[in-house]
């Protein structure tokens, strides 16, 4: 899935979405009738019907970090963006915009908590010449790496970079009389932003959100029934989101009629832009599939390729209906 590897290398934490959302663009213009971009960086795509106005939606963005201080030796001290579990962080490399990777370490070395005696390092010998490569509120993600293997995806970014992907795959074979709109948008990862803005201004009837979702098939884990391959998830609540009931079941027996494999999902944790979306304006009737992801946040989450068909597929069946 070669396109799917190029979103996931992709740059693009929160607030730095440009030149994913120009990739994204470009890969789109010829499926849509209109491509724009809103103000705060949301980028709609939308294909005209006389139905039913829809909006999904896929967030560009990825968790990162963000430089606050550069010691005199010419460590830079950092914060999240987004939510980043530190276990996942040392000995990590990481990448700035402008292509300087630096090491992500910790003292002592076997501290537990924290981000406050963590640093990067890039390999400066001190202050001034780390300045001249990186400033403060420069920001950097986990350096990449994509694996195909066992019927399986393992990179950084799938969340949500699987989701524009099924966006845009779906963009480019839907027929349907429904008035569609497409949006890629920014800053989910710090608090649902951009979702917010482009539900305003769009103001759909319907709405899904498309995202990744918690698996329970880890050792240890048995309280999530979403399992990797089990197929679509369909999404009843989240802690952002009550689903409405109307839009899940329709899911559900579109999937049933489609034969698309699916399961149910209750998210535990965490939310999508879904959260923001339901409640823009009057209120918008809004759902969610999901993509089963294990280890999500980590520079290495896994999603099973058959559950990512499936979830183009649903999508599809629920514009065309
Ligand atoms: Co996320
Ligand atoms: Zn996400």
Not at 208 to 214: E, G, P
Not at 236 to 262: F, G, P, Q, T
Not at 266 to 273: A, F, P, Y
Request: charged share 30%.
């Amino acid at each position: 899935m070669e396109l799917l590897k190029k979103l996931s290398l992709f740059y693009a934490p929160s607030g730095r979405e440009k030149k994913l959302s120009e990739f994204i663009k470009k890969e789109i213009s010829g499926f849509a009738d209109e491509v724009y971009t809103d103000s705060l960086g949301n980028l709609i795509a939308r294909k005209k019907g006389t139905g039913k106005r829809i909006m999904l939606s896929a967030h560009m963005d990825e968790i990162g970090v963000v430089v606050t201080y550069i010691d005199d030796n010419g460590f830079l001290r950092f914060a999240d963006v987004g939510g980043l579990y530190t276990k996942y962080l040392a000995g990590r490399r990481v990448i700035f915009e402008n292509g300087t990777e630096g090491v992500v370490f910790t003292e002592p070395k076997n501290d537990k908590n924290a981000l406050l005696n963590m640093y990067i390092d890039i390999g400066a010998k001190n202050k001034e010449e780390a300045e001249k490569i990186v400033t403060v509120g420069d920001m950097a993600v986990f350096c990449g790496d994509y694996t195909e293997q066992n019927g399986t995806i393992i990179g950084k970014a799938l969340d949500d970079r699987a989701g524009c992907f099924a966006l845009i795959e779906a963009l480019k074979q839907i027929k349907s009389e429904n008035d569609l709109y497409f949006v890629f948008t920014v800053q989910e990862e710090v608090g649902l932003r951009g979702a917010r803005t482009a539900a305003f201004g769009i103001e759909p009837e319907f709405a899904l959100a498309v995202d990744v979702t918690d698996s329970g098939d880890t050792p240890k884990n048995d309280k999530i029934s979403v399992k990797l391959g089990k197929g679509a998830a369909i999404k009843v609540m989240d802690y952002s989101v009550i689903c409405d009931r109307a839009v899940r079941e329709a899911l559900v027996s579109l999937a049933e009629k489609n034969a698309i494999k699916y399961q149910l999902e209750v998210m535990t944790e965490g939310g999508t832009d879904a959260g923001v979306i339901h409640f823009s304006r009057g209120g918008v009737k809004t759902g969610g599939i999901s993509i089963p992801t294990r280890y999500i946040h980590s520079p290495s989450e896994m999603i099973s390729k058959d559950d990512l068909e499936a979830v183009i597929r649903l999508i599809t069946a629920f514009c065309e209906q």
